[in-house]
């Protein structure tokens, strides 16, 4: 008889003599081991589940409250670009029209589209429509208009993205992204 033989029948005859009792409690202990470890295991999952769904609304809330504030901001950027008739731009409406362009970079870096968003910061970059030399590349000098129609394309592509739409068809604004990665390039 070789080894493997003598091994097994001397753990089946410790088996055999070993009560039933202690083997149905060896049974019962393993099988409370597999489920403790299969709810731990459960527990965890669910925790990192819950978390990563917790990022993902505070993700959303966030760039709702971006799409928000760039609309807003773009449209009081439409008003003083698009002076009143016989109204002058004056250092203080300069002024202003800096402080919405910097309003709108610093929101627009919470847009999770990528397209969107470096189309918006490259308009920011030109001052919408205010740099000679994009409204040479378009062949327009006429930085009021080019404005306007900035902010009217970035807030049709904010509001497609929040229905989740394909962006749309622009004039200006990623045209003003081409320019601007134009200019990096260079």
């Known amino acids: 008889m070789g080894w493997w033989a003598v ?5 089946l005859g410790i088996m055999l003599t070993m009560g039933t009792e202690v083997l149905v ?30 990022q993902a609304e505070r993700r959303d809330a966030l760039a709702q409250q971006a799409v928000e504030l760039v609309a807003a901001e773009l449209e009081q950027l439409r008003r003083l670009l698009w002076p009143q008739e016989g109204e002058e731009p004056t250092q203080e409406s300069t002024q202003r029209i800096l402080r919405h362009i910097d309003a709108i970079r610093l929101a627009v870096l ?6 969107l968003r470096e189309a918006i910061e490259a308009a920011c970059m030109i001052e919408f429509g205010r740099f000679e030399g994009f409204q040479q590349h378009v062949g327009l000098p006429q ?3 080019i404005g306007n ?13 929040l229905r989740q739409e394909p962006l749309p068809e622009t004039a200006f604004l ?11 390039s260079r």
Do not use: N
């Open 143 to 145: 930085p009021k208009l």
């Open 7 to 11: 091994a097994t029948d001397r753990t």
């Open 25 to 54: 409690g060896v049974i019962g202990l393993s099988g409370a081991l597999v489920g403790a470890a299969a709810a731990f295991a459960a527990v965890v999952y669910q925790q990192k589940h819950q978390a990563r769904l917790a």
């Open 110 to 115: 919470r847009l999770p589209h990528q397209e």
């Open 149 to 161: 129609a900035l902010c009217w394309d970035a807030q049709k592509c904010l509001g497609a993205y």
């Open 174 to 184: 990623f045209k003003a992204r081409t320019y601007f990665d134009s200019m990096l």
